[in-house]
């Protein structure tokens, strides 16, 4: 298999100190910088390596990337990953681990909501149930109730039945904008605070909704990031904020504790200063190590020369660090809590 195809897809690890490199199948491309060190993908050499990974999960010992096409692999240890095909061939957009089910959730086009418990063997819900929506993302309450961003404005939310023989029940929101209340951008994220979510679409508009009205009312309309399209938006629980990341790299912050709370003016994470932020790069996501208690920024080049990564510890300063290579990472996610914590980034 060509070497170039095979860079198409990549699951790195991501620490803030040390020397690894980043391998893919029998390939050894390494990937270093003064402030990170990168280590990923092993050992994978089937059809799926062709597409992007567009996300992943963790859960019951083993985690879970899943992207374009189907691609679904699962591995105990981020070295070795084994694919699981013939699931289905719609792209899948997001996955996440429900802890209250113990089961993998996934999201993708055409209305695709799948669960599992290893990542191997999935059950399918009806497509019907989004109205045969393309699904973008997904993430989980502590109850166990789960929120979705789909395309045109389409917010769902699925209460968790209390048992497996008890069907789940699935909402439709729209998102709502003052100026535009039938407001049809793509809902390119959604994170769950303490009291409260946010979703936001791709034109950096943002709503908010009180956990407690969870399947009771509509979602409300919070104002705009100012800056460029919105990339993505995560929820960080070391100072209890949400932030939100544009795709000039640009990041903003929400106080996460208050509802009426407004996003603060973003920082570039690419320098300190004035000027432009990104200028041949593309921020794709942000992720919080509660290990570190470090907010970790990835992206890569427009014509896909090379991969970013930023770190800051107060979301004002930056360390950013750019990395010649042929593909681009597209979501980080960062697993386990205050004093041990993994972050992987696909792409």
């Not at 690890?13 to 029998?26: E, F, K, Q, R, Y």
């Not at 063997?121 to 789960?146: Q, S």
């Not at 992206?299 to 930056?318: C, L, P, R, V, Y």
Request: proline letters at 1%; one cysteine or more.
């Amino acid at each position: 298999m060509k070497i170039n195809k095979i860079l198409n897809s990549v699951i790195c690890a991501i620490v803030l100190s040390g020397l690894t490199a980043c391998h893919t199948d029998s390939t050894q491309q390494s990937l270093v910088s003064q402030d990170h060190a990168i280590a990923g993908l092993a050992n994978v050499s089937h059809s799926a390596v062709l597409q992007n990974f567009k996300d992943v999960a963790y859960g019951n010992g083993v985690y879970v990337a899943v992207g374009s096409s189907g691609a679904i692999y699962v591995s105990s240890n981020i070295k070795h990953w084994f694919e699981q095909p013939g699931v289905t061939n719609k792209n899948i957009n997001g996955v996440v681990f429900n802890a209250v089910r113990k089961k993998f959730y996934a999201v993708g086009d055409n209305g695709l909501m799948m669960s599992s418990a290893d990542g191997v063997a999935w059950t399918t819900y009806d497509a019907e149930a989004f109205a045969n929506t393309r699904l973008n993302n997904i993430n989980v309450l502590k109850n166990g109730n789960e929120v979705i961003g789909g395309d045109n404005g389409e917010i769902y939310e699925v209460v968790i039945a209390k048992d497996e023989a008890t069907q789940d029940k699935i909402i439709n929101r729209k998102f709502y904008n003052e100026a535009s209340p039938d407001s049809t951008a793509n809902i390119t994220a959604i994170a769950v605070g303490p009291t409260y979510m946010v979703a936001g679409n791709y034109n950096a508009l943002s709503d908010t909704k009180a956990i407690a009205d969870f399947d009771t009312a509509n979602w409300t309309y919070h104002g705009k990031i100012n800056g460029t399209n919105l990339a993505d938006i995560s929820f960080g629980s070391a100072i209890d904020y949400f932030h939100g990341l544009l795709s000039d790299g640009g990041i903003s912050n929400l106080d996460a504790r208050k509802q009426t709370a407004k996003w603060s003016k973003p920082v570039c994470v690419a320098h300190t200063g004035g000027g432009d932020c990104l200028t041949d790069s593309m921020a794709t996501s942000v992720a919080e190590d509660q290990a570190s208690e470090h907010l970790l920024v990835i992206g890569g080049g427009k014509d896909k020369d090379h991969t970013f990564i930023a770190n800051s510890e107060d979301t004002n300063t930056w360390t950013y660090t750019k990395i010649p290579n042929t593909y681009k990472l597209n979501k980080i996610r960062c697993f386990g809590d205050t004093k041990s914590s993994q972050c992987l980034a696909v792409g």
